[in-house]
């Protein structure tokens, strides 16, 4: 079983940036989609994002699209998400998952599409 571990989640103002790391244990890490998703209280989880196997491709949710950025460093089975202009909005519990498929497909935004999921590291933005 693959284990994902998240970091870099913490308390910033609106306006500011954080980047979350999570680290696979298991070297497969680079044969499938990494998605990350977040959890406000009260909330279903939501789709934030997704980047293929090989970090070619990327796909974001409209809510944060232009703000946030998705990146992988297969040789560290590491992938990233830079958020930058942060909004109160985006508070929520991140986490990263591993897709049951090498690329992005029409089903990469649904939570059922991920077999493997990090522990979530907890953002928050004040305004």
């Known amino acids: 079983q693959v284990q994902l571990v998240e970091s870099g989640g913490g308390l910033v103002q609106a306006g500011g940036s954080l980047r979350l790391s999570c680290a696979a244990s298991d070297g497969t890490f680079s044969s499938y989609s990494m998605g990350w998703f977040r959890q406000a209280p009260g909330k279903d989880r939501e789709f934030v994002g997704v980047?293929?196997?090989?970090?070619?491709?990327?796909e974001y949710a409209d809510s944060v699209k232009g703000r946030f950025t998705i990146s992988r460093d297969n040789a560290k089975n590491t992938v990233y998400l830079q958020m930058d202009s942060l909004k109160p909005e985006d508070t929520a519990v991140y986490y990263c998952?591993?897709?049951?498929?090498?690329?992005?497909?029409?089903?990469?935004?649904?939570?059922?599409?991920?077999?493997?999921w990090g522990q979530g590291t907890q953002v928050t933005v004040s305004s």
């Open positions: 980047i293929s196997f090989s970090g070619g491709n990327t």
């Open positions: 998952a591993t897709s049951y498929h090498s690329i992005i497909t029409t089903a990469s935004r649904s939570p059922h599409n991920y077999r493997y």
